[in-house]
């Protein structure tokens, strides 16, 4: 998804997802954004987690006064003006508010004009916390990013809830392609998977939208090559848990042609949960810890992707 932020090349946005709740992309997006910064990126943190927004907590900062609220509301001009310092120096944070669920799911012009927003502020790196499920606003701050980063433990529903998200991110970046008001019907229906058409998987459906629109399939096309998300395996237990991840990197190949990055894993530790219950990072708590040396080698190679010499 590189070539979104051509006005400015040093910045990257990485959307942190995965469709289940409780998987522990906050931690990981706030213990990665700390690494970062440490490296002297400069870094903003922001809390797309509608259900329950609480990166705050991990970052441990009071609820903070200033949200996304208030820009959705034009209390303020500029999505800056409500973003927070942190103890961390080159971190910032934008909290999440409830509001941006009707935003993000409303007219297609306001939601631009969020996501236009995001991508305008100043920073190296951007990583967005987002929420569970697959919704349209989930789905399209997903997409809307320079790579998505999926996390999933090492469990039946949660890697189901995966395969699920990733398709439903698929299926929509594909729509998303198509200019064809057909070939966005046979999409939509192409995503049940007992679909009369016989639609089981990408290619499938580009043949069948060949029979269409043969310019819509060759945009489509384009779009599964360069649809490369990430993956990030939390809390490992074993070697058997570790293979899981390449598991779902070639099942996803083999049956919706996607190409997914195993980027790493992090192993189950209990000082993670020390460091939660003291509202402190672990990157910052115990950099020593099984699960910081863990996220610091995720964040290397986050930092490696953009070839950037840090300040």
Wanted: hydrophobic share 40%; aromatic share 6%.
């Amino acid at each position: 998804m590189a070539g979104k932020n051509q006005d400015n090349d040093r910045k990257m946005i990485w959307t942190i997802g995965g469709g289940k709740g409780g998987s522990g992309k906050s931690f990981i997006t706030a213990n990665i954004g700390i690494c970062l910064s440490k490296l002297g990126a400069q870094v903003i943190l922001i809390d797309a987690d509608l259900g329950g927004a609480n990166l705050h907590t991990f970052l441990g900062i009071t609820p903070p006064l200033l949200s996304l609220s208030d820009f959705i509301k034009k209390r303020v001009s500029h999505l800056s003006e409500v973003l927070i310092p942190t103890v961390v120096p080159n971190l910032q944070l934008l909290t999440g508010a409830q509001d941006l669920l009707n935003a993000v799911d409303a007219k297609s012009v306001q939601k631009r004009k969020l996501l236009r927003s995001i991508q305008s502020l100043e920073g190296d790196y951007i990583l967005i916390d987002l929420g569970a499920g697959n919704s349209i606003g989930v789905l399209d701050f997903f997409l809307m990013s320079d790579g998505g980063i999926l996390v999933v433990t090492p469990e039946p529903t949660s890697i189901e809830n995966t395969y699920r998200f990733l398709k439903s991110a698929f299926y929509r970046r594909l729509k998303q392609a198509a200019l064809s008001p057909h070939v966005k019907t046979l999409i939509d229906g192409a995503m049940d998977q007992k679909n009369k058409m016989g639609i089981r998987n990408p290619y499938d459906l580009i043949e069948a939208v060949k029979h269409l629109n043969e310019e819509d399939a060759e945009r489509m096309m384009e779009e599964v090559e360069t649809f490369r998300p990430n993956l990030v395996l939390n809390q490992v237990r074993s070697k058997k848990d570790i293979e899981i991840g390449f598991s779902i990197r070639s099942a996803c190949l083999k049956y919706f042609g996607i190409h997914l990055h195993y980027l790493g894993y992090v192993v189950y530790d209990q000082d993670v949960g020390h460091s939660i219950r003291k509202r402190r990072p672990l990157i910052l708590e115990n950099a020593r810890s099984r699960a910081a040396q863990c996220i610091l080698e995720i964040a290397s190679k986050l930092a490696d992707s953009r070839q950037i010499s840090f300040r």
